[in-house]
């Protein structure tokens, strides 16, 4: 079987944790030695003399062609429109990498285009399918459907590709049911869950891991992963701070947030415990994970979070929102707590699990059955069905 995948959300020089797990799935597909998978990752850029700003030039010099972790990687530019709400991004992702996969096509067909992000990737796999007469999947993560299946530049495109496509992933039946209420058949959208690195996400010495961050040994810890933005409830975080005494918060990430966040901090006298990580690479986050007491991310949607999985694997209770892939996954009081959006009763929860926690390996039972295999042992099969249904 031969896939051409987009993804606009794959790692790359520049941003190595930009959609790691999309990365961890597509190595683990091509280990498998059953699928020829070509990954189609396209570089948005503006119009110059946009394209000069430090934001996108670094962009501008990436390899266009590369292999990373033995899966070959196309970078094809396309042009990005700032402030018209992304409204033409799927037109010209498609624009720009359709004559590479007719190309390609002509030498080798593929079978099958699919597409790993929903926006813009989504829309953009659906015409170059079309164009080349083949069958399309879209998957859904989170974000791409809550926000850009409502946004009224980009609405009308999500809606259309989710109906358009022959069929449709999903990490968790809670988006499933999202797509559902766009218009797509819920009988053509498979749940998908994310995949895990046993070998690297397990639980590590909690003292020696607060020694190589620089915490201190007794105390709680609170760990948060995520980009620094509005959505994922850092000022939350730090807000329920105030009414955990003795905690320190550790903020895992970058984003544009970060300036706002530092400045609450220091508002509230917090200054000395909430510490700023910045971007962690990928295969250290288990150090943060396993040095905290307590993983907290309060996020207003989430599909499935891949940081709630990699903290259960690291024996690392969650307490984060009652969103529905974190009532698919938190079944057990072991791994966590759900608690509404809102500093106090996050505040509440943590103070809670701090005084009763729970048994590391209760938690670590929250992550049996994740694996990049299975991840990909189900992609493959979605796509073979696909193929023959």
């Known amino acids: ?35 020829d998978l070509v990954i189609v990752s396209p570089l948005g850029l503006p119009p110059f003399p946009l394209s000069l700003h430090r934001r996108y030039r670094a962009l501008r010099y990436l390899d266009q062609i590369e292999q990373r972790g033995g899966v070959g990687i196309y970078r094809p530019h396309f042009t990005v429109l700032p402030g018209t709400g992304g409204r033409f991004s799927a037109r010209l992702e498609a624009a720009a990498v359709l004559p590479l996969a007719r190309k390609m096509h002509a030498i080798a067909p593929f079978d099958l285009v699919d597409a790993q992000f929903f926006y813009p990737d989504g829309p953009a796999a659906l015409r170059i399918a079309r164009a080349l007469g083949l069958p399309c999947s879209i998957k859904a993560r989170g974000a791409d459907v809550h926000y850009w299946g409502h946004a009224p530049a980009t609405a009308q495109q999500v809606r259309d590709a989710a109906i358009g496509a022959n069929g449709l992933l999903s990490v968790s039946s809670g988006l499933a049911d999202d797509l559902a209420a766009l218009g797509a058949h819920r009988s053509k959208i498979t749940v998908h869950r994310t995949g895990l690195d046993r070998a690297v996400f397990r639980p590590l010495d909690r003292a020696k891991c607060r020694a190589k961050l620089g915490l201190p040994l007794g105390g709680p810890v609170l760990a948060c992963v995520g980009a620094l933005i509005e959505r994922k409830g850092q000022r939350l975080a730090i807000e329920a701070l105030v009414q955990v005494p003795g905690a320190i918060l550790v903020l895992a990430g970058a984003g544009p947030d970060e300036a706002a966040l530092r400045a609450l901090a220091t508002s509230f ?40 999985v990699e903290a259960l694997a690291c024996g690392t209770p969650v ?46 039972a929250g992550a049996a059955g994740f694996s990049w295999e299975a991840n990909a042992a189900g992609l493959v099969a979605h796509w073979r069905g696909l193929l023959t249904g």
């Open 1 to 35: 079987m031969r896939v051409l995948s987009l993804s606009t959300l794959y790692p790359h020089a520049n941003a190595p944790n930009f959609g790691v797990f999309v990365e961890r799935q597509m190595q683990a597909v091509v280990a498998r030695g059953d699928v």
């Open 269 to 308: 006298g917090l200054s000395d415990r909430v510490r700023f990580l910045g971007a962690v690479p990928h295969g250290d986050m288990p150090v943060v994970l396993s040095a905290a007491d307590l993983f907290v991310l309060p996020s207003a949607s989430e599909g499935l979070a891949n940081a709630w």
């Open 319 to 364: 307490v984060t929102t009652p969103i529905p892939g974190a009532q698919e996954l938190l079944t057990d009081p072991a791994y966590g707590q759900m608690v509404a959006r809102d500093a106090a009763a996050i505040a509440g929860a943590v103070n809670e699990m701090l005084a009763a926690p729970p048994l590391r390996d209760a938690v670590l």
